[in-house]
């Protein structure tokens, strides 16, 4: 279970990675980053029950406040103490 207090905002981001190097190291580099994307919403979907394309929503750039976490599914209970 995860808590956040409330005002706290999380983010659930994309992979993120740094590369460089000959064309094809880079868009080898890149596939993976994509392929562990889908992969990583396809899980948030699963486990919280939400259509896929929401979860690339949200995950594209997106903060949440705790209660919109809370209307996700993404286990998120408010808390307003420290434990």
Same mark, same amino acid.
């Given at each position: 279970?995860?808590?956040?207090?409330?005002? #706290? /905002?999380?983010? =659930?981001? &994309?992979?993120?990675?740094?590369?460089? *190097?000959?064309?094809?190291?880079?868009?080898? %580099?890149?596939?993976?980053?994509?392929? #562990? /994307?889908?992969? =990583?919403? &396809?899980?948030?979907?699963?486990?919280? *029950?939400?259509?896929?394309?929401?979860?690339? %929503?949200?995950?594209?750039?997106?903060?949440?406040?705790?209660?919109?976490?809370?209307?996700?599914?993404?286990?998120?209970?408010?808390?307003?103490?420290?434990?």
């Amino acid at each position: 279970m995860r808590y956040a207090m409330p005002n #706290a /905002r999380i983010m =659930i981001h &994309q992979p993120q990675g740094g590369c460089g *190097g000959h064309v094809e190291d880079v868009r080898r %580099q890149v596939n993976e980053a994509v392929q #562990a /994307r889908h992969k =990583i919403d &396809q899980m948030y979907a699963t486990f919280t *029950g939400q259509p896929l394309e929401k979860v690339q %929503q949200y995950t594209e750039r997106s903060f949440l406040i705790h209660f919109r976490g809370k209307q996700l599914g993404s286990c998120f209970n408010r808390t307003t103490k420290c434990q």
